[in-house]
């Protein structure tokens, strides 16, 4: 998947989303997420990936906003007169929560969708991540369809060999098929990773020292100011709104004396 | 480059010290498996699916890493599985890193304390990974989306609330300790069963890396 994104360093748009959940989390509510929410959503539209970014953002905040009303509308307070009518202040908490989720979705899905999961690996690896994790995730990413296509196959192999799956085998006939499905599979895949330790070890993977970049990510100095701008900016927000409740605590204690 | 030293009327060859390999948690096997126990994370779900079990089976590679590898390599492993799947399927799911982090630790201990050499061991190494994860998962659940999550379990939830009459909060950690306590001795059984049928000297070698 290529997008917009693909012209800067992973680790930009990455700081900036990072820092985007933690003020729509720290920010007062609901105003601060819901203007985190449309930023994301708009970065998103700009980087050319913004129906992708909306769609995950709405599979997760819409039934979360449905359920939290329904809770409300089903099991109102004591004091609420009606039941199945949605209180005000029980839709404004739904709604203040679907926002923080769908600001914290939306901002992450920008990276998700937009960042090429190897790219950013590589990017985190040039500033330090050690070899090991890197491979960690990349290898990860990359045995996920592999395995997928052998759970298929496994479950082919298993229902031409008779083994019963689906409707009318009952709960305990499927679960006896379980090992049946799942055994091949999980011993196939530790099996295998022996061979790809011996391939590791052959290949020197335990290797000490710094090494080269196939293909380098540029970082140029504008955005490594960028990402500090964005570290600051966080934190000038955390310690404020720290401030603020701090500031609260000793009104309130003053008000009660 | 090989120097020569004469002693004792014996020649000596002396090489340069050869670079000890970098230092990190995990042994190259452990590093080999976890991949593929992520993606089995992820795979069994096909299973399931086909299945049509009540259940996730979502641990199951984490669990036999953190048996086979010790808890270390189950940390790792959960950490890696969460952060894949945030960023194969939803971001809603980096949140629950500190779960798989509890599973992976608790399934190492068990392991370590030789939980998974019986049958009725594994059952009950399941059930306390299962209480401890779906309180970590409530505690998220309730921070974050207000008791609810956007699936099977937020149902749950709500039919609990609704025929018990207690709050919100104290039915999102029932609904979570009923999902967990189903799906965890599942995989930890599903695991022992593995454990059984693998070559032992490939256990063997998967206890001497963690020792």
């Known amino acids: 998947m290529t997008s917009a994104l693909d012209r800067w360093n992973p680790l930009t748009p990455l700081a900036a989303a990072i820092a985007l959940v933690l003020v729509a989390f720290a920010g007062p509510q609901p105003w601060t997420p819901a203007a985190v929410l449309a930023l994301s959503l708009a970065i998103a539209l700009a980087s050319g990936i913004g129906g992708k970014v909306t769609v995950l953002t709405l599979l997760v905040v819409v039934p979360t906003f449905a359920l939290l009303v329904l809770l409300d509308a089903a099991f109102p307070e004591p004091a609420a007169e009606t039941r199945w009518i949605p209180s005000r202040a029980g839709t404004l908490d739904a709604l203040a929560i679907s926002l923080r989720l769908g600001a914290a979705i939306a901002a992450l899905g920008v990276i998700v969708v937009g960042v090429a999961p190897r790219r950013l690996t590589r990017a985190l690896a040039a500033r330090g991540l050690p070899a090991w994790a890197a491979y960690l995730v990349i290898a990860s990413l990359e045995a996920v369809p592999d395995a997928r296509r052998r759970a298929e196959d496994v479950l082919d192999a298993q229902r031409c060999r008779g083994v019963a799956v689906g409707k009318g085998t009952g709960v305990r006939g499927r679960l006896r098929a379980l090992p049946a499905l799942a055994g091949p599979l999980i011993v196939g895949l530790v099996i295998e990773s022996e061979e790809r330790a011996l391939a590791l070890d052959a290949r020197a993977f335990d290797a000490r020292g710094k090494r080269t970049a196939l293909a380098p990510i540029a970082d140029p100095i504008g955005e490594i100011w960028a990402r500090r701008v964005i570290w600051l900016a966080l934190a000038a927000a955390i310690a404020w709104r720290f401030w603020e409740f701090a500031h609260s605590l000793v009104i309130a204690q003053v008000s009660r004396s | ?211």
Not at chain 2, 47 to 66: E, H, Q, R
Not at chain 2, 67 to 75: E, N
């Open chain 2, 1 to 211: 480059m090989a120097m020569g030293v004469v002693r004792n009327a014996l020649r000596v060859v002396c090489y340069p010290p050869v670079p000890l390999p970098a230092r990190r948690p995990l042994s190259t096997l452990a590093l080999a498996l976890i991949p593929r126990a992520v993606a089995l994370n992820l795979a069994l779900g096909a299973v399931v699916g086909a299945l049509k079990l009540p259940v996730y089976l979502d641990s199951v590679g984490t669990i036999l890493v953190a048996v086979l590898a010790g808890p270390w390599a189950g940390i790792v492993t959960g950490i890696v599985s969460n952060s894949v799947l945030g960023l194969l399927v939803s971001p809603a799911l980096f949140a629950f890193i500190p779960v798989a982090i509890v599973i992976g630790w608790l399934a190492g201990v068990a392991g370590t304390l030789g939980a998974f050499r019986s049958l009725a061991g594994s059952i009950a190494a399941g059930l306390v990974i299962g209480v401890a994860a779906a309180l970590a998962s409530a505690v998220i659940v309730i921070a974050l989306m207000g008791g609810l999550t956007a699936s099977g379990t937020g149902l749950l939830t709500i039919a609990i609330r609704a025929t018990f009459g207690v709050s919100v909060d104290s039915a999102a950690k029932i609904a979570a300790v009923v999902t967990d306590a189903l799906d965890k001795p599942l995989s930890c059984v599903l695991v022992y069963l593995v454990l059984e049928r693998l070559p032992r000297r490939l256990g063997a070698r998967f206890r001497r890396a963690a020792a």
